[in-house]
Each structure stands twice: as structure tokens, then as C-alpha cells.
């Protein structure tokens, strides 16, 4: 059973359509890269997924670990295991780093019938996973994202996404507004977490991210759907022919 | 020169300054600035029937609960004798202008029902008191407190659950140099109950006044406060927060007068409404010709939870002098979809995320609380948008 089945995936925006047959699968212990043009659904297709109900789904389905994604709400999507790593991560002020992670690991603890982690253990893993990413230690006593660089607020995300061990994992742009030495750090969290059982979808403009994180499928999304699929080599050759060559290539 | 704007004749536009100043002494109307949001009607109405009548029978405050050796509770007339520093001021305040506006006709103050809580100079005082409301009130009489502070002197008052049924309640703060008062203020209201108030404060050189209060309940409620800060150094703090249930109306109006160079001032208001409620809040600052380096500042915010709700700010500048630092600040919005939609990506729940969202909105006002209330008043705002 695949980890990830998208069939014929139609989404609207204020009955604009974005997606229009998007199919993929993806299976446990893999990472695939989704590049594309502007405009072309990236990030819609990563925010369907996470359960944004700013989209319309007017035909097709997602199936995750073989049961629908759409049926359930964006934090029972957590629980299942999905994980959003945002393009632009969201500032709240008033709600600090820790009592956010906190209510986040509990609340995910309760819907899978676990008891509330002891907070000495909690901590502990807070420390350990601050380490992976090198996200300094003072930001845990902040507000959510407010006055991160851009940099800490992407090495934030994967922070979360250690904390909380999803077992798909979907990265929206991570590598945008990034320096190099900052995409490495965010690349060697990602890397740490990549098993056997987890998945990853990694949304990206560039094949420098790939670099780092080296994919075993990389698919082409342009006009709402997936135009063509190949292995790491399809994101060098997207690199030096640019979008122009594949867009013909597919109308021809 | 010293202007005497108690014989200013204003005419015009400039007329509406009566209001602000307490020379109107009329019956209070929407139609002026300090009571625009106002259910004026249902309040007076119902706080000063005309056909009521006047009753003798007034239960004042009770003793205040931990009051330690050396404060004094008196009644008025124990208190002139007693030649207490600041009594007479007190008293004139109450007689004059005081009540925002509020004719003396609609509500004269019952000299039986008025009190006097008296710290004496260097005092202080570390655990705080409590002043009880009055037991029971007749509807054609108001109530006062009078709270004075001698130089020096320190205290922490809580003010409970004012309000089990309609009332007007008086307080006047009278705080001499170097004093320090910290007042907490639970205006939560019975259903259905119609609660006004109001604070006179008059804060001394180097002297601090901090205001903290929580708003909730009742079918209406207006609390006004008018501080006049006297003396160089002098501070006021002002937090307030309201939290408007359905078809509940909170209501708020700040004066703040620099009437003395290099005094200092915050006001800092949060707003809650629900689905019909009602929330304003009118601030003014006014700084007076001769009162330099001035630092005034005012920030109030609003968050509407569900549709219908309403909420008003309505800062107002009235800056004579030309060296000072002031500023106002008003903003009103609902829960971000954006920020529910982050935390709900992390596997917290809508109620949970909702929740989370209003209580860091609020906790800036919660922290202004003595820290021995805020956990009552993290529990009763958890209460309130259990259902949201």
C-alpha cells in the first residue's frame, strides 16, 4: 500500500481552477521533488494535503495509508502523520515557541490515545531536536515565528517537523530565502529524519535544494498537473534548459 | 498665566469641551462624546427611575477584609474630624464635577453611604485588601469609596464582583507624594444587571496609580475613570479588559489630564466581543499648556470572535504643550484564519487553536493583574470561549 495516493486531483480557488488531474503516489522511505513554474499548483497541492479549506476539491481523492485525507480536518491530518513545512511560516504573538509545542505534541498524543508527555522528557527532546537544526535555544522562549530572520523561521519549521516525527512530511519552498550555510543546516535536519518508514514531498524552484536533499523522484507540475516524472537527473537538465524546454516538449 | 477654566465661556464648536471637562451637568446623552456608544437610556432609566422614591435605607460598605494596623476605615463624617490629609478635596469631588457628567439631580450621593479608606504616610502595606462592595443598595442613592493614600504609603486593593445587582458606585483615589496604589478591579456583573461607576483619581508628585480591570457580564456596563496627574513623576497605568458576551454591553472612557510637567501615562485596553455584544472604549489624554515632557501613551485593541459582535475605540489628543511624547494606537480585528490554520497544522484542534489565539491576545492585560488573580482570570476567559 502506497503511503500517498493523489488521483485525478481537480482543486479550485474562487471557482478558478489551479489543479486540473493531478495524480501521484509516493511510498514509505522515499522522497520526491515537485518543481514547476510560477502559478503552476505547487503550493496548492501542499496545502490541500495539510487540509487548507481555502481550496474547492472538485473531483478526486487522496488517500494516505490507504484512508481519505479529505475527510479529515487539518490537526486530525497531523495526528495521521501529515506535516506542512510552510513557505512563509506564520507569526503569533503572544503564544510562546514551547507552550505552542507542547499543546501541539498533546493534543497529537490524545487523538492517538496517549497520555500527555512528561515534561522532563518533553525538554529533553526539545533540546536534542534545537541541536539537529541549530535553532537557537533563546527562540524556544519567543513567540511563535515573531522576529525570526527568515532563515530561523525555516529552520523552525523543521524543528516542528522533528519534534513531532510525521511519517509524510510535505516542504513547501523551504530552500526560498535562504543562504547557503542555512540551506545545509535546514538539508542536515531533513536528512536526520529520513527513514524507512517516513516519506518526503519536497516543493522547490531550484535544484540546489537536491543538492542536499537528493530525491528519488523528481516530478514536473505545470497547469495543474504532473507533466512528466524522472529520476534526480530531470532537475539538472530543468536547471540548464529552464521551464520554456519542457512546457514545449509536453505541447508537442 | 494661569487660565481658570472653570470660567471659560465656551461657545461653538468648543462647546462639546463641557463634557470632557464635567461643566455639563445635564442628564447624560448619546449625543456627547464620552457616552456616544452608550445605551443612555436603558442605564438611566433603570439606574435613576424618576418615579422611584429616594430611600433612606442604604447599607454602605462593609469592612474591607485584611486591612492591617494602621489603616484606617472610616465614614465621612469620622474622617473630617479626623482631619485626614486630602478628605476635603475628596469630598469636594464627589460634590462637583465628579460624576462624569451625571447630574447630582438623577444621582445625589448618600452621605451615610460613603467611606473613607485611609493609609497613612510611609505605610506600606504588602498583602493586599480587600473592599468589599456594599451588601445592598437603594436605586435612588449612589455609593463612594474614598481611597487616600499619605506620602509614601503602599497599597494593593482588590475590588470584587461589584456588581450583583444595578448600582452606581463612586470611587475616589487621592494619592500623595511617593504613594503607590495598585487597584484591581473584578467589574464582572450578574445577568442582566446594569452597572455604572466611576473613578476620580488625583495622583500626587512621584506618585503611581495602576489601574487593573476585568469587564464581563451584566446587560450593560460603563465605567468611566478621570485621573488628574498633579505632580512631576507622577504615574498612571491603566489596563483594562473587556470581554462583551452576547447581547452585553461594556463600555469604557478613560480622561487622562497631565496637568504637571514629566508625568507619565499608559492606557492599555483589550477588547472581546461575541456574537451581539458590544464593546467600546472612548480615551482622552489631554496635556495641559505648561505640562513638558510629558509622556502619555495609549493603546487599545479589539478582536470581534463571532459575527455580530461590535466594538468602538475612540482615542482623543488634546495637546497644549509642545515638548512631549504621546501616542495612540486602535486596532480591530478577528482571530487570524492563518495563524488557526499554522496550529492546526501542528495537530491542534480549531476549539484548541482558538483558544491559544485569544488567550496570548489577552495575556498583555492579564499580566497587568496582581499575580495572585491572574490564574482567576485565565480561568474565567477560558470559560467564556469554551464554546466559541
Avoid at chain 2, 153 to 159: E, K, Q, S, V
Avoid at chain 2, 272 to 283: A, D, Q, V, W, Y
Amino acid at each position: 500500500m502506497s503511503m500517498l495516493e493523489i488521483k485525478n486531483l481537480h482543486a479550485s480557488v474562487d471557482g478558478k481552477p489551479i489543479l486540473k488531474g493531478l495524480n501521484l503516489t509516493l511510498n514509505k522511505g522515499e522522497v520526491h521533488a515537485i518543481m514547476g513554474p510560477n502559478g503552476s499548483g505547487k503550493s496548492t497541492l501542499a496545502s490541500i494535503i495539510a487540509g487548507n479549506d481555502a481550496y474547492e476539491i472538485t473531483e478526486g481523492s487522496i488517500e494516505f495509508e490507504g484512508k481519505s485525507l479529505l475527510d479529515l480536518e487539518p490537526h486530525e491530518r497531523a495526528a495521521a502523520g501529515v506535516f506542512l513545512a510552510f513557505q512563509y511560516p506564520v507569526e503569533i504573538p503572544g503564544v510562546s515557541m514551547m507552550n505552542f509545542m507542547k499543546t501541539a505534541m498533546n493534543e497529537i498524543r490524545a487523538q492517538q490515545g496517549l497520555e500527555p508527555m512528561e515534561p522532563a522528557a518533553f525538554l529533553k527532546r526539545v533540546r536534542e531536536k534545537q541541536a539537529l537544526v541549530e535553532l537557537d535555544a533563546k527562540l524556544a522562549n519567543r513567540s511563535v515565528n515573531q522576529g525570526f530572520s527568515g532563515g530561523e523561521k525555516k529552520r523552525n519549521e523543521v524543528f516542528q517537523m522533528a519534534m513531532l516525527e510525521p511519517k509524510l512530511a510535505v516542504l513547501d519552498e523551504t530552500d526560498s530565502g535562504l543562504d547557503i550555510d542555512a540551506l545545509r543546516i535546514v538539508a542536515q535536519g531533513v536528512n536526520a529524519l529520513r527513514n524507512a518508514n517516513n516519506a518526503f514531498l519536497v516543493i522547490t524552484h531550484y535544484q540546489r535544494l537536491l543538492d542536499y536533499i537528493v530525491p528519488d523522484v523528481v516530478h514536473v507540475l505545470a497547469h495543474g498537473k504532473i507533466i512528466k516524472t524522472g529520476t534526480k537527473d530531470l532537475a539538472l537538465e530543468l536547471e540548464a534548459k529552464g521551464y520554456d524546454w519542457i512546457l514545449e516538449t509536453e505541447k508537442a | 498665566m494661569e487660565l481658570d477654566r472653570s470660567t471659560l465661556d465656551f461657545k461653538g464648536p468648543a462647546d462639546r469641551t463641557r463634557h470632557w471637562t464635567g461643566l455639563n451637568k445635564g442628564r447624560p446623552s448619546s449625543k456627547q462624546e464620552e457616552w456616544k456608544y452608550v445605551p443612555v437610556d436603558v442605564l438611566m432609566d433603570a439606574l435613576y427611575p424618576t418615579d422611584s422614591p429616594s430611600s433612606d435605607s442604604f447599607e454602605p460598605r462593609p469592612e474591607p477584609l485584611n486591612v492591617q494596623t494602621g489603616i484606617q476605615f472610616l465614614s465621612l463624617e469620622q474622617a473630617l474630624e479626623a482631619e485626614i490629609p486630602g478628605i476635603q478635596n475628596a469630598k469636594e469631588s464627589i460634590q462637583n464635577a465628579a460624576l462624569d457628567g451625571l447630574a447630582q439631580a438623577y444621582r445625589p450621593v448618600n452621605q451615610s453611604g460613603i467611606r473613607v479608606l485611609y493609609v497613612p504616610s510611609n505605610l506600606h502595606c504588602i498583602d493586599p485588601i480587600t473592599a468589599m462592595p456594599a451588601v445592598a443598595q437603594s436605586t435612588s442613592k449612589a455609593e463612594a469609596l474614598l481611597v487616600l493614600l499619605g506620602e509614601n504609603a503602599h497599597l494593593t486593593l482588590f475590588l470584587p464582583h461589584e456588581a450583583q445587582s444595578n448600582r452606581f458606585s463612586f470611587l475616589y483615589v487621592g494619592l500623595d507624594k511617593g504613594a503607590k496604589l495598585e487597584l484591581n478591579r473584578d467589574l464582572a456583573a450578574a445577568p442582566g444587571t446594569l452597572f455604572m461607576s466611576h473613578i476620580q483619581g488625583s495622583v500626587a508628585e512621584s506618585a503611581e496609580l495602576k489601574l487593573v480591570q476585568w469587564m464581563q457580564g451584566g446587560q450593560a456596563q460603563r465605567h468611566s475613570v478621570q485621573v488628574s496627574l498633579n505632580g512631576q513623576q507622577a504615574i498612571a497605568r491603566i489596563s483594562s479588559l473587556q470581554v462583551a458576551e452576547p447581547q452585553n454591553q461594556l463600555h469604557s472612557w478613560v480622561n487622562m489630564i497631565h496637568a504637571s510637567p514629566e508625568a507619565e501615562s499608559h492606557q492599555n485596553i483589550r477588547q472581546l466581543s461575541k456574537k451581539e455584544g458590544i464593546s467600546s472604549f472612548t480615551g482622552k489624554i489631554h496635556v495641559a499648556l505648561d505640562a513638558q515632557k510629558t509622556q502619555a501613551y495609549q493603546h487599545s485593541a479589539a478582536m470581534v470572535l463571532e459575527e455580530g459582535g461590535r466594538t468602538y475605540h475612540r482615542p482623543v489628543l488634546e495637546i497644549y504643550a509642545d515638548d512631549v511624547k504621546c501616542s495612540h494606537g486602535a486596532t480591530t480585528g478577528s482571530l487570524d484564519e492563518q495563524a488557526l490554520f499554522y496550529l492546526q497544522c501542528r495537530g491542534i484542534s480549531k476549539a484548541s487553536a482558538k483558544r491559544l489565539l485569544i488567550e496570548a491576545f489577552i495575556e498583555g492585560c492579564i499580566q497587568d493583574f496582581y499575580p495572585a488573580l491572574q490564574s482567576h482570570f485565565r480561568t474565567a476567559i477560558s470559560k467564556s470561549i469554551q464554546q466559541l
